[in-house]
């Protein structure tokens, strides 16, 4: 018990500064690509929301997709727009800052919506998964539950 009063006692007088900011690498280390890789990723991220949107668009405008699958589908997409937007545009902003530096707070904001919409898909397409085994293996008890 000794050794462990002895080793706390040592370490009371160690560093005990605080992180406040995390230095992004990540493309750096690729400078003549930057620009190609912002492209690259901006493409990506607005055929991501058009798409996104396009399928909101459809399921709300069409009375007869206002079937729990669809509706289902839609969360995901509102999910998927609202994960790519915590994360994405502050990552085409590093492509092209020369400070790539970001708080420690705004560092873990980022991780809890990227880990809380993560685990909002997992949750939705569980939730789809089994809509389908009902809907396929007990057919009846869906028609009767959805008329």
Not at 16 to 40: D, K, N, R, W, Y
Not at 61 to 77: G, I, Q, V
Not at 117 to 135: N, Q
């Amino acid at each position: 018990m000794s050794h462990l009063t002895s080793g706390t006692a040592s370490m009371q007088g160690a560093n005990l500064s605080a992180v406040t900011e995390f230095i992004l690498i990540g493309f750096s280390t690729f400078p003549h690509l930057q620009l190609m890789f912002f492209l690259l990723f901006l493409l990506m991220y607005l055929f991501t929301l058009l798409g996104n949107l396009l399928i909101m668009a459809t399921i709300w405008r069409e009375c007869s997709l206002h079937t729990p699958m669809y509706l289902f589908l839609c969360a995901l997409s509102i999910s998927e727009i609202l994960c790519t937007f915590a994360i994405i545009p502050r990552m085409l902003a590093d492509l092209l800052s020369t400070h790539r530096s970001i708080s420690f707070m705004a560092c873990a904001s980022r991780m809890f919506f990227s880990f809380k919409f993560g685990f909002t898909h997992s949750f939705l397409l569980t939730v789809m998964g089994y809509d389908r085994y009902v809907a396929i293996c007990h057919p009846r008890a869906t028609r009767c539950s959805r008329s």
